[in-house]
């Protein structure tokens, strides 16, 4: 509850900071890399080498398609809907796709089976606009693709 204004205090009393300590000391953490590769002694020969190389985990390559959708600051597709003219128009937009434009804009159509009319690009933007809110249905799509 506050204090009416004739008994509020003109100025905050000033305390020296010297009476403050700090409170929380956070921990420092430092790493040492190092180059040097152990080598394996002659003692532990013991275990037997496969004869095929160990397949290492690493990440597929993505397929080769003539175009790329990236990924915004938080790690997730440029897919946004968009309401115009009042809430009477419904839109879809794909942002952020990067090579031929043209061809992600006919796998988008063939997928979701839309119409000409449906589906176009920004030539200034390069975004993909569809009407009516298909994010879910579009963000399934460049999931099974590979984005």
């Not at 509020?8 to 430092?30: D, E, K, M």
């Amino acid at each position: 509850m506050l204090l009416p204004r004739v008994l509020r205090p003109l100025a905050a009393s000033r305390t020296p900071l010297s009476l403050f300590s700090p409170r929380f000391i956070l921990p420092v953490r430092t790493r040492c890399l190092s180059t040097t590769i152990e080598q394996p002694s002659s003692s532990d020969s013991t275990t037997p080498l496969p004869s095929e190389p160990i397949a290492q985990s690493q990440p597929q390559a993505p397929s080769q398609l003539p175009y790329f959708v990236g990924r915004n600051n938080l790690n997730s597709l440029g897919i946004y809907q968009q309401k115009k003219r009042g809430g009477n128009l419904k839109v879809t937009l794909v942002k952020n796709a990067e090579g031929d434009v043209k061809a992600l804009k006919a796998d988008i159509k063939e997928a979701l089976q839309l119409d000409d009319g449906d589906i176009s690009i920004n030539s200034v933007t390069r975004h993909i606009v569809i009407r009516g809110h298909k994010r879910v249905q579009v963000l399934n799509f460049l999931t099974t693709v590979g984005f």
